[in-house]
C-alpha cells in the first residue's frame, strides 16, 4: 500500500520511475495498491498521447485504475465539465479480491478522498491453531521466519465456499 504526490512537471521523470516500480512488483508478483495526487490528468487520454501511452503501459503490466472521476472539490462548484481534471488515481494488480472503490462527498481539503475496500476472505475459526509460538531475536534468521509463515498461512488460509475458484 502507498500514497503518493507528484510535482507538477516531472511527468517523463516520475513515468519511467513509476513504471519500472510497476513492473518489479508485477515481475516478484507483489500485491499492490497505490493511491495519491499524480497531478497527471487521465481526462486528457484523447488529447495527449503521452499519458494515453503512459495509461496504456499500465495497462499492459496488469494494473488497473480504480478512479475515473474529478476528486478535486472544487469540481463540485463548476459547472462546466471542461474544468474537471482526473489527478488522484489508484491503481491495483489486486485480482482474487472484489474490489469497491469510489469518492465519497467528503469535502476535508481540496481533494474529495478516494478509497478502496477489498472483500476480506475470513479464517476458518477452527482452522486457526490455539498454540501461540515466541520468536526469540537473539537469533533471529530471516529465512526461517518467512518458511515458518508461509507454512502457517498454507495452514489457517481458508477459501470462501461461495466464492467460485479462479478459472
Given at each position: 500500500m502507498a500514497s503518493m504526490y507528484m510535482l507538477q512537471g516531472l511527468f517523463t521523470f516520475f513515468r519511467e520511475m513509476f513504471l519500472n516500480t510497476i513492473r518489479y512488483l508485477s515481475d516478484h508478483k507483489h500485491l499492490y495498491y497505490i493511491c495519491g495526487d499524480f497531478n497527471i490528468n487521465l481526462?486528457?487520454?484523447?488529447?495527449?498521447?503521452?499519458?494515453?501511452d503512459y495509461v496504456n503501459s499500465l495497462i499492459s503490466l496488469s494494473c488497473k485504475l480504480l478512479i475515473s472521476k474529478p476528486c478535486l472539490a472544487s469540481y463540485l462548484?463548476?459547472?462546466?465539465?471542461h474544468s474537471a481534471t482526473i489527478i488522484d488515481h489508484m491503481y491495483i494488480n489486486d485480482n482474487k479480491h472484489d474490489i469497491l472503490s469510489g469518492i465519497p462527498i467528503y469535502e476535508i481539503s481540496?481533494?474529495?478522498?478516494?478509497?478502496?475496500i477489498a472483500k476480506?476472505?475470513?479464517?476458518?475459526?477452527?482452522?486457526?491453531?490455539?498454540?501461540?509460538?515466541?520468536?526469540?531475536?537473539?537469533?533471529?534468521?530471516?529465512e526461517n521466519f518467512l518458511f515458518d509463515l508461509q507454512q502457517t498461512l498454507n495452514q489457517t488460509i481458508v477459501l470462501d465456499p461461495d466464492v467460485p475458484p479462479d478459472t
Open positions: 481526462g486528457n487520454l484523447e488529447v495527449k498521447s503521452n499519458i494515453k462548484l463548476v459547472v462546466s465539465d481540496d481533494h474529495l478522498p478516494i478509497f478502496a476480506q476472505i475470513q479464517p476458518n475459526a477452527r482452522n486457526i491453531s490455539k498454540n501461540n509460538q515466541l520468536r526469540d531475536m537473539k537469533c533471529f534468521y530471516p
